[in-house]
């Protein structure tokens, strides 16, 4: 087998975090499930799915996530660098440094060669050293399809770390990446993206979002990445957890080069639905296209992060990281809470 | 599909442990992986499969580690409860307390009820609960077969960790849980068990290794847990660590009940022809049986701790730990390093 000639994408049914369970589906079965309180948890999840802050002791915080999935580009290398770029993107959506990574493997030896195992830790080595943190263990086993991911942990200082819990209306919501891995990555598996799409959404899957290095960690007020669950699902959390409502202007949401074409010719996978499903209640559309609709469902794998920030840092903050996140802009504002969590416009309003 | 009727282990091809993919493949695939070193990483792996120590600052080490695998008992609520305590016992084999787990789960929702899901997640935070850590969070995506397992962080002070590089000439060397879990397993998944082995085996999987809260952590000179390379890779591991060479006496080696009349019954499976491979070069065996011979080379899941300990201090420790780990046992002694690192012999020469 020679690993230059497999199309990593094509060895899976479902690809990236598309293949995440549906939150309703893991809320539900987890539903009679009682934990333990403990002081030192200062922020746990009950949908079992974001990062962990534990209290170490002193002023110190240690931040800990976990995620995994099916490749969703072909180059093993790529697929390694994703993976690991996705997975210390929590401890940086929590303001934190990353420290180590474990891998998580699940190598499928009857159809991939060795060398792909040893090109997946190579481009997951070169993103995890990238982020100053070191690759300490991990697991492999020998699986029907291949999954690879991390299990990251990081530290914060108590007094700087970001939550999802503390987004202020008056505050501005800034997004540092485009939208539109979920769609893109869908059409790539069938051959259908466009050379251009291709090559931007694995450049920007790719780059560690490593905010909380670029900017004074205490002028934001609530982070979070954008992944699975989508802009809508995610903005959706911060919201709720921060009770404010969200104002998303549609038309001023950065896309990955060809994403809202892709949209248009219809690459939308499960995942589009299922999230569509996880916001219907709480997130509502107000004059948006039919294709910025589908952008905001978009699930995203090593998307960009969401900052809510006080308006007067904003430009500020916008020229701090745009040298390196190009398409960094604002895309809305934190308003008293509402009847709904978010609500998407077609454009702003100020 | 009622949870009570599925039986999990006919699910999978391969169970537990023994689907690890063999550490030769594992080094032969990384051999070009160059890691960068930092200061704070006090114990790293190079085979990428144990636990890790991070220096946090002061007298504080961190200690993370890995596991997960497919199901290798039937019931949802025991198979979680397994995967939690073989996943925290990486810990205890550090000397260290357990703080928090991520959950690592690929659920097959085409195949299995949600119920079982949560039944598996109930049998873990009863064990993670147990152990005095908490269930913080972690990642569930749909997958064609299933497979459990949790990264799990636990602390230590720098100067009472347990590693594997300190066992001394003179020492002894106790294993507190019998040997057992891969050839047992393999019988219970084509239905050729003895009743009375599957619940031995079932018992001693989902037993926590508690061992450091129970004896004096300085007395132990090195430690490891015994887990998918057998007794014969992991002493071997410890030995080639410590500088020096292991006695072990296989008539003195404890069983699960019903372990040697299984191996006997050729109950084996890849894990024990791998296991043989991985040593056949540094192990050798002096007048051994061939039943002995393989259940040193039996891969366990959630097994026993290995330690090494003064010989002065060794009728203490067990008087200490026997009460909770009823087969615990002293198995050979610490030799000075010669030609092998270890040699089974048949019975002990003291």
């Known amino acids: 087998m020679d690993s230059k000639q497999i199309r990593l994408t094509e060895t899976v049914k479902k690809g990236g975090c598309a293949a995440k369970l549906p939150a309703s589906d893991l809320r539900k079965a987890l539903a009679d499930l009682k934990l333990q309180k403990n002081k030192n948890l200062i922020v746990g999840t009950d949908t079992?799915?974001?990062?962990?802050?534990?209290?170490?002791?002193?002023?110190?915080?240690?931040?800990?996530?976990?995620?995994?999935?099916?490749?969703?580009v072909d180059d093993p290398e790529d697929f390694g660098a994703i993976a690991a770029a996705n997975a210390i993107s929590d401890v940086y959506a929590m303001g934190g440094k990353p420290i180590t990574a474990l891998s998580i493997l699940a190598f499928p030896t009857e159809h991939l060669s060795l060398d792909v195992l040893g090109s997946l830790m190579k481009g997951a080595v070169s993103k995890i050293e990238e982020s100053g943190a070191v690759l300490a263990g991990g697991h492999t086993i020998d699986d029907e399809t291949l999954k690879l991911g991390f299990s990251v942990s990081g530290l914060v200082c108590k007094n700087k770390a970001?939550?999802?819990?503390?987004?202020?209306?008056?505050?501005?919501?800034?997004?540092?990446?485009?939208?539109?891995?979920?769609t893109i990555t869908t059409a790539l598996k069938i051959r259908e993206a466009k050379e251009k799409s291709v090559i931007a959404v694995i450049e920007s899957m790719k780059q560690l979002n490593r905010v909380p290095e670029l900017i004074a960690q205490h002028s934001v007020n609530a982070a979070t990445d954008i992944t699975g669950f989508g802009l809508a699902g995610h903005s959706m959390q911060v919201a709720l957890a921060s009770g404010v409502s969200f104002e998303i202007w549609a038309d001023a949401l950065p896309e990955i080069e060809g994403a809202r074409a892709s949209i248009e010719d219809e690459m939308l996978n499960r995942a589009h639905r299922t999230n569509e499903k996880y916001v219907s209640e709480t997130v509502i559309y107000d004059s948006v296209s039919d294709t910025n609709h589908w952008l905001t469902l978009d699930p995203q794998t090593s998307g960009g992060l969401l900052l809510s920030v006080p308006e007067n840092d904003s430009k500020k903050i916008l020229d701090q990281i745009r040298p390196f996140f190009k398409l960094s802009t604002i895309i809305g504002r934190v308003i008293e809470k509402g009847k709904h969590p978010v609500v998407f416009k077609k454009t702003h309003s100020f």
């Open 48 to 72: 079992l799915d974001d990062a962990a802050l534990w209290h170490l002791g002193g002023d110190q915080l240690l931040i800990q996530t976990l995620d995994f999935f099916t490749p969703i």
């Open 162 to 182: 970001w939550t999802n819990a503390g987004a202020k209306p008056g505050d501005v919501l800034i997004l540092t990446k485009g939208l539109g891995t979920g």
